[in-house]
């Protein structure tokens, strides 16, 4: 199972929110390009950015910054966040992103997010399943759709895709646990599917529980800003 450190930007600086939530915000590190060598010189190789600010901006912001993450490690870089866009996801990519996720957009102009699979590759194009019991949650995770999160994934691999970043919007930043029925509920309904856990990750048994479980990835953010998660534990997944 890959594991995957999360960073987190709102103006320029590393952040995690409480369930998403913009008003309850802790700010961790100036400098997310130092954060990022931190996760590298661990040993780890895979990165989870996303543009809050791009987020709520509905188009790329810390374009420099993935620029800068790109120059300084060779970490893998799945880049998310304000891009509703053709050209918004070239400049992702141009950045430095190895990886783009479609979250909001998937849900509102599947035709785009599908001829990016078409055109881009399923390698390229990640599918954000960020979801709240039954529903996937759009725009920054204000409102509800009326796909389920199902719906959503079933519709997606019929598209082409394969990789699923599955998030639970009201686990993310709280420290309470991942939503691993929910994940052995989707591996059991969609064998044929990479997920990506993400929200709650919170332990090194969660880690373990995760990989047993046989997710392809888990992205850890919070536990490791607040060492609930050393980097040193995490080597023997490496």
Known sequence: MEIIPAIDLLNGRCVRLSAGD??????????????????????????????????????????????????????????????????????????????????????????????????????????????KDQHIMINAWADKATLTLSEFIAGYLEAGGHTFICTDVSKDGLLQGPSLQRYQGLLQEFPQARFIASGGVTTVADVEQLAEAGMHGAIIGKALY?????????????
Do not use: C, K
């Open 22 to 131: 913009f008003a309850h915000q802790t700010t961790y590190d100036a400098d997310p390009v130092t954060m990022a060598q931190r996760f590298a010189d661990a040993g780890l190789r895979r990165l989870h950015l996303v543009d809050l600010d791009g987020a709520r901006a509905g188009q790329p912001v810390n374009l420099a910054v993935l620029e800068a993450i790109a120059r300084a490690t060779s970490l893998d870089i799945d880049a998310g966040g304000g891009i509703q866009t053709t050209e918004a996801l070239t400049q992702v990519l141009a950045a430095g992103a190895a990886h783009v996720t479609a979250g909001s957009l998937a849900v509102r102009e599947p035709a785009t997010v599908s001829a990016w699979l078409r055109h881009y590759g399923a390698d390229t194009i990640f599918l954000g399943a960020d979801f």
């Open 226 to 238: 607040e060492g609930t998660i050393a980097l040193a534990d995490l080597r023997r997944f490496l």
